[in-house]
């Protein structure tokens, strides 16, 4: 853990990151709980919004800035009244504009479209059109973000076509030059280096 807080560090320190989010799959609560302890205060530093992923009640327990929930990890109104309206609820929906809508309906925040290429974190069946980031950027006020196989190369379209913010994991974690270079690639790609 201690290795990945001294990366994490580097990464926030390289450039303009919006939030963080902890993704630990089949852990014990613990182990979450330890990492949100160890890597929010980092976060903070930078003035990075730090989320959970599933778990509103870890979200609420350890005083995260809110939670990420796909589609099978609970519901919107159940995730606010754990973790007040001060606190952000993101979703997973895929290529829905349905879903968009419901959660928007319910109280999130932001949204999440994608995977929009093959990624090395997660399969996804879904292969939204970029046009879908055109039309809810058109039609509401709530961000959206792209998630799925972004790198710095192709996350400009998605940015153009609407996306107000890109979700990467590999492209920075598995970059050869490092996490506080990816940084710096992704800021140059989206126009938002000094």
Not at 59 to 66: E, F, M, Q
Not at 129 to 137: R, Y
Not at 157 to 165: D, K, N, P, S
Request: proline share 4%; hydrophobic share 45%; with cysteine.
């Amino acid at each position: 853990m201690d290795a990945f807080a001294s990366e994490l560090e580097s990464a926030l320190s390289a450039g303009d990151v919006a939030c963080l989010q902890l993704r630990l799959k089949g852990v014990e609560d613990d182990v979450i709980i330890a990492a949100a302890h160890k890597l929010m205060p980092i976060c903070h530093k930078y003035e990075v919004a730090f989320l959970i992923n599933d778990r509103a009640d870890i979200a609420a327990d350890v005083d995260a800035d809110g939670v990420h929930l796909g589609q099978d990890d609970g519901d919107v109104p159940t995730a606010r009244k754990l973790l007040g309206h001060a606190k952000d609820i993101g979703v997973t929906c895929h290529d829905s504009m349905h879903l968009a809508y419901k959660a928007g309906e319910e109280g999130a925040n932001y949204v999440a479209f994608g995977a929009f290429y093959p990624s090395e974190t997660k399969d996804s069946e879904y292969r939204p059109d970029v046009e879908i980031l055109t039309v809810w950027d058109e039609v509401t006020e709530i961000p959206c973000v792209a998630i799925g196989g972004i790198t710095p190369e192709n996350c400009g379209v998605l940015a153009e076509a609407g996306a107000h913010f890109v979700a990467v994991c590999s492209a920075v974690w598995k970059h050869p030059e490092g996490p506080a270079a990816a940084v710096r690639a992704f800021n140059e790609a989206l126009g938002l280096s000094e």
